[in-house]
């Protein structure tokens, strides 16, 4: 069975960083593209990054372009989100998922709110 | 960015009639060279994950019951619910994934008639 666990939320101020994890089991991580997802509180889904089985390709939405930083271990099946700088319109729900199109394992999530 | 639009933002629905909600790309997600239709959908229930219901606008993901039904192709896609039942409640995104940043839909909120 397919396993994501999301950590690493919590309250942080602006401009502060945090740094999320994903721990993945039940499947060959290393053969998979991953993503985060994000969900403000009591909004839709926004699409934040994703990388490629062996880190070669990454790519992020724009707001949080030379911000946020996703890497992986494949070694202990990990997948990390480094977010600086953060802001107050960074505060949502992070998932973690698999798969470069759509996605069809989710975490739970984790929150991160940004706030002083 | 592909602008994704659903409609409607809401609708209450009575149990064992259809739900209908409608999905517009600003620019067509389909890859004329394989034919696919790069979309797809999902079920959000409260406090609960996205889970995947279509994908390849009409493929269904294993365990989603066949009450759900996914179609369209270009711009313009549909989810279907034939017969609502009460599980059903939740928000329902599309997703399009044709190109990067891959952008969802606002979200349909279905409740119960």
């Known amino acids: 069975e397919v396993q994501l666990v999301e950590s690493g939320g919590g309250l942080v101020q602006p401009g502060g960083s945090l740094r999320l994890s994903c721990a993945a089991s039940?499947?060959?991580?290393?053969?998979?593209?991953m993503t985060w997802v994000r969900q403000a509180p009591g909004k839709g889904l926004e699409w934040v990054a994703n990388t490629k089985e062996d880190e070669s390709e990454k790519y992020y939405v724009d707001s949080v372009k030379g911000r946020f930083t996703i890497s992986r271990d494949n070694a202990r099946n990990l997948l990390y989100l480094q977010m600086n700088s953060l802001r107050a319109e960074d505060t949502a729900v992070y998932y973690c998922a698999t798969g470069v199109y759509y996605f069809d394992h989710w975490g739970q999530g984790t929150l991160v709110t940004v706030s002083s | 960015d592909i602008v994704m639009t659903q409609s409607p933002d809401s609708l209450a629905v009575s149990l064992g009639e259809r739900a209908t909600i409608t999905c517009k790309s600003s620019?067509?997600?389909?890859?004329?060279?394989?034919?696919?239709?790069?979309l797809a959908w999902y079920q959000q229930k409260p406090g609960q994950p996205p889970k995947l219901l279509f994908y390849w606008a009409s493929t269904r993901e294993s365990g989603v019951p066949d009450r759900f039904s996914g179609s369209g192709s270009g711009t313009d896609f549909t989810l279907t619910i034939s017969s609502l039942q009460a599980e059903d409640v939740a928000v329902y995104y599309c997703h399009q994934y044709y190109n990067t940043p891959r952008t969802f839909g606002q979200g349909t909120k279905v409740e119960i008639k």
């Open positions: 039940g499947f060959i991580f290393n053969k998979y593209w």
């Open positions: 620019r067509s997600v389909l890859d004329s060279s394989n034919s696919k239709n790069y």
